[in-house]
């Protein structure tokens, strides 16, 4: 009896399993196909001049070399503003960016989501409609208020427009949307202030939610070309991405530029590994249940 | 006091709960509640302040007056002239590159939408059916593509879709024999459009994808059990009765983010501009009055016109998907 009730359970287990491994093939073979871009990517920075120009074009390297990123090191050297510079830059534009974006949004997200106040309607659909609404044509109004004020040609320009960032304020508050209201019922009756229930409540839910626009936010300011270009006259004052969109063009800098994309692009990998690990099950590690 | 004019008064105490004798007081009591009621909620509103501050300076004003400004002719030299509705005459009846812009848009946004969409959320949904261990590493497979944007996926696509016959595509069907000369893809204009659509769609797991990814964690262990209890068994049905109704909210927000990601799509594989602007998009379009021809005030009707439509789709979104209250 106790024998066929074993099989049964092994049974049911093969055939749970079952979908489980027609997924994870699935999803290996489109995952593969998908990572395609970024291993070219790589498979670039490391070619040889003669692979590079190869003809018909080949995918992966044959006989990798440094070769590129001490072209590129030979670039940077040259530079009137020093490499190091650039990067001390954009490292503190970015750390103070993302900082104040993720402590802005989880406070401003909170009331929106939780609260009952007036106007709060009012202010969440200015929110939703800005977003719709085509910003591109505003660039001139844009430039004339951020100059009037005089943040412009300091690191502020990188940091205080950008923390208007309406999207991931939605993606918040719908996250905080999820959670059940009587979590913050229970916590008010057990005489938790608002500020507790905010601390000790809607900060640990949100982690999900932070990490993702961790992730969303993260590459932008780290390639941050734009501001650079449009509010900044004090080379000094300049970002990494910048400078490397300076010396990307020209057949001869194929190589170096296929460098520099690499070093841009691999700060955001890292970041997306960090912060995807600390996406998990929100509901089961806060204690609610 | 007579038992007729009690009976009234009760009445109205019952048609208003926080009733007064008279409408003058009745306004005042109502002001003075809102008061109050701003007064209890202070430290929401201390919460908020700081991000409606910078959002209205400067997100908020300068849309208003790229608002104001497309009733205006601009060159950002002169100060602005009113011209009334001259520009969105204009776009509307005599600009027939906009039309061309406005296809290339609309066939752009319903195709790649809600293939987007949907694939976003089913891989999202695999994705949360993997062991903890491996998934952060397939969700960075999947958005790869993203991560690695602007010149590397240009370069990757350029290579692809060369149009010689060392175009990775080209000397495929070459070798196969389906084709006879390589295929001029992002010069031909029937296979521009085509051509830019594909490389969006692979592209396309992008933020919608990575909420949904979040989403599903966020999902109660326990509804699973409850539902199985219920009689909830295969894998659809959990989807179905458990994950949907669990993940609506993000479900609202990626709709809204790629209904505007789709609709406000510029720059492509294909370059700007393209042989015979086969894809141009009413964003390229726009770019080139303000940035190129600096008419602020007609770049501006055309944000105003695409922001609309968006506003449009977008309220359908919100209605379908949106809280109900």
């Known amino acids: 009896m106790f024998q066929v009730d074993v099989d049964y359970l092994k049974k049911a287990k093969k055939r749970k399993d079952h979908g489980k491994v027609v997924i994870l093939v699935f999803l290996t073979l489109a995952g593969a196909v998908s990572l395609l871009p970024l291993i070219y990517l790589v498979c670039t920075a490391f070619k040889p001049p003669e692979e590079l120009f190869l003809y018909p074009p080949t995918f992966f390297v044959k006989n990798p070399t440094i070769q590129n990123f001490k072209d590129l090191t030979a670039i940077t050297a040259n530079s009137a503003v020093p490499f190091t510079r650039y990067l001390f830059n954009t490292i503190l534009i970015t750390v103070c960016y993302i900082f104040c974006l993720v402590w802005l949004l989880t406070m401003t997200s909170y009331p929106l989501s939780k609260h009952k106040f007036p106007g709060k309607k009012g202010l969440m659909s200015l929110v939703t409609t800005s977003m719709m ?16 004020i005089g943040i412009d040609n300091t690191y502020l320009v990188y940091i205080i427009p950008a923390l208007a960032n309406t999207t991931c304020l939605f993606l918040m508050k719908q996250f905080l949307d999820t959670v059940p209201n009587d979590i913050f019922e229970a916590g008010k009756i057990d005489g938790a202030s608002e500020w507790q229930l905010y601390q000790k409540i809607a900060i640990p839910l949100l982690k999900n939610a932070q990490a993702t626009v961790i992730i969303l936010t993260f ?44 070093i841009m692009t691999l700060p955001s990998i890292i970041i997306f590994i960090i912060n995807q690990s600390r996406v998990q099950d929100t509901m089961a590690h806060s204690g609610i249940k | 006091m007579s038992k007729k004019e009690e009976k009234k008064l009760k009445k109205a105490e019952a048609n208003k709960p926080v009733a007064p004798k008279k409408r003058f007081f009745n306004v005042e009591k109502r002001l003075g509640y809102t008061l109050h009621e701003m007064w209890t909620h202070k430290m929401s509103y201390a919460m908020v302040a700081p991000f409606f501050i910078i959002f209205i300076t400067f997100s908020l004003l300068p849309l208003l007056a790229s608002l104001g400004l497309s ?30 812009a406005f296809t290339n848009t609309l066939t752009y946004a319903v195709i790649v939408g809600p293939v987007s969409y949907i694939a976003s959320y089913f891989f999202a949904w695999f994705i949360n059916q993997v062991p903890d261990k491996v998934r952060p590493i397939y969700v960075l497979a ?59 769609l692979w592209s396309s797991l992008s933020t919608q994808f990575l909420s949904f990814v979040a989403g599903f964690r966020g999902v ?9 209890v219920d009689g909830v068994t295969s894998r659809f049905q959990k989807l179905l009765y458990v994950d949907v109704p669990q993940t609506m909210p993000q479900l609202l927000f990626a709709a809204v983010i790629t209904i505007t990601g789709s609709f406000s799509v510029g720059g492509t594989i294909a370059g700007h501009p393209s042989p015979e602007d086969a894809a141009l998009t009413i964003m390229l379009h726009l770019s080139d009055y303000s940035g ?6 007609y770049a501006s009707a055309i944000a105003v016109v695409l922001s609309v439509m968006i506003l449009g789709i977008g309220r359908v979104a919100f209605k379908v998907l949106g809280e109900k209250e």
């Open chain 2, 71 to 100: 009733f205006t002719y601009w060159n950002i030299f002169e100060d602005p002239v009113f011209n009334g509705l001259e520009n969105y005459v204009y776009l509307f009846v005599d600009d027939a590159l906009f039309l061309k």
């Open chain 2, 142 to 200: 999947f958005y790869a593509p993203a991560l690695t944007s602007g010149v590397a996926m240009a370069v990757v696509w350029a290579v692809m879709f060369s149009n010689d016959s060392t175009g990775y595509l080209n000397s495929l069907l070459l070798n196969l024999g389906l084709i006879y000369e390589p295929i001029q893809w992002l010069q031909d204009v029937n296979y521009i459009m085509p051509v830019v659509i594909i490389v969006a």
């Open chain 2, 220 to 228: 109660d262990r326990e509804l699973y059990d409850a539902a199985s």
């Open chain 2, 292 to 297: 190129t021809r600096f008419e602020v005030g």
């Open chain 1, 133 to 148: 609404f085509i910003a591109s044509a505003a660039g001139i109004p844009a430039y004339l208020i951020i100059t009037s």
């Open chain 1, 219 to 262: 590459g932008g300011i780290w390639g941050e070309t734009g501001t650079s270009t449009t509010y900044i006259y004090k080379e000094q004052l300049r970002t990494l991405g910048f400078f490397m969109s300076t010396i990307g063009g020209g057949i001869a800098r194929t190589g170096a530029g296929a460098a520099s994309g690499l």
